[in-house]
């Protein structure tokens, strides 16, 4: 329930209420169809009405009393999205809509009906600049150390209520990390495929491919860095991505006159027209140290290499750090003086064919092979294979 309030002296049926707070009020100007705080509401004009929530308190000294109306016919519904707006995202209604609104007062007068209609309120919303930023991975991205063209993902949502076009910068010299990445470029995700396409998606260039956005939509944006080299495993590198609309931005309230769409005036949001989010690179390094060992075992049940001894050879590769090796291979030549016994080779105590098939090993032109491919670190593994003393 709304009750109404006209200063008009010669409306009919007024309603003495005493007035003491209101949660929320909107003025509406009759001759400039204009959305107005009560606060700018003169008492005394005779066009400007003004609608108050109904939990308004009951209270307040006698010198308070203004006289109030109950307007049953009146049309409310062109300015209840303002009031209580609806959209969990975009600012409520679209920049530049419409509102007209036309009120009705019914009496009787010597018993017979009237209805009169006031004149028509026209309006147009302002448009609310506001911007979200966020980083779309869920954790530090993991880099070597050095490493070229690695990726940030963000995402730039427009919350306002109007097509709004936004700037992009970065900045990867934060303060309290262990290295500055080295910023190449600022990419759009093109194909809108949540991955970097270096290939498909474009390269931003600030003033010339600004993104524009309607209400509520989005935009993933990919930072793009060189990762520099020595730094240590576990090492931090951060970056920061802003998103500020061009339209202009500042402090919430901040007006632009017919900045707008379609020439409304655009007003700065409680985000301040502006965002920014930060991201991570860590350094996962993986680093690999080899040790062979040999065990040897002779005819008489001792350990010497005499004629017809069998050797046991173990190389155990101990991967250390947090990050992974790539296309790791091992080969053993076997020494001159001894024989490769064949189907001997073990990895991880699982036996491995002296063919080159599908498994990782191989004995080929006198040489043990083993591809280990990705190697996660920490991690150990051990290989085993078995010669003849000649």
Not at 225 to 249: E, F, K, R
Request: hydrophobic content about 35%.
């Amino acid at each position: 329930m709304f009750t109404l309030r006209t200063s008009t002296a010669s409306a009919p049926a007024t309603l003495g209420l005493p007035w003491h707070a209101c949660d929320k009020r909107i003025g509406l100007s009759l001759s400039t169809g204009r959305l107005l705080k009560t606060d700018s509401l003169n008492e005394s004009s005779s066009a400007s009405v003004f609608a108050c929530s109904a939990n308004a308190r009951r209270a307040g000294p006698a010198s308070s009393l203004f006289k109030f109306q109950r307007w049953p016919a009146l049309t409310l519904l062109a300015i209840l999205p303002w009031l209580f707006p609806l959209s969990a995202n975009a600012a409520g209604t679209r920049a530049s809509t419409p509102i007209n609104n036309t009120a009705t007062v019914n009496y009787t007068d010597g018993g017979i009906a009237h209805s009169q209609q006031s004149n028509q309120n026209i309006l147009r919303v302002d448009e609310l600049l506001g911007v979200t930023l966020v980083s779309n991975d869920a954790g530090n991205v993991l880099v070597l150390s050095p490493e070229n063209s690695r990726a940030l993902s963000f995402s730039v949502t427009n919350i306002g209520n109007g097509e709004e076009t936004f700037q992009l910068s970065a900045n990867t010299t934060i303060t309290g990390d262990q290295f500055d990445p080295q910023l190449q470029k600022l990419v759009l995700d093109s194909n809108n495929n949540g991955v970097y396409d270096p290939d498909t998606d474009a390269v931003y260039i600030p003033g010339s491919n600004d993104p524009l956005l309607s209400p509520d939509q989005s935009v993933r944006i990919f930072l793009i860095s060189n990762i520099p080299s020595g730094q240590a495993d576990g090492a931090i590198g951060s970056a920061t991505l802003q998103a500020t609309a061009v339209t202009g931005s500042g402090a919430p309230g901040t007006d632009f006159p017919g900045k707008g769409d379609n020439g409304v005036d655009a007003v700065v949001g409680v985000t301040g027209a502006s965002a920014q989010a930060p991201g991570n690179y860590q350094v996962s390094a993986a680093t690999l140290t080899l040790v062979k060992s040999q065990t040897i075992s002779d005819s008489s049940g001792g350990g010497q290499p005499t004629s017809g001894a069998t050797v046991t050879y173990t190389l155990t590769l101990q991967a250390s750090g947090s990050g992974r090796a790539y296309n790791v291979s091992i080969n053993d030549p076997v020494p001159l003086g001894v024989s490769y016994i064949a189907g001997s080779l073990r990895l991880d105590g699982v036996a491995l064919s002296d063919s080159a098939d599908a498994d990782a090993g191989q004995f080929s032109g006198n040489t043990v092979e083993v591809q280990l491919g990705q190697v996660q670190a920490p991690s150990t593994h051990t290989i085993v294979f078995q010669v003849t003393v000649n």
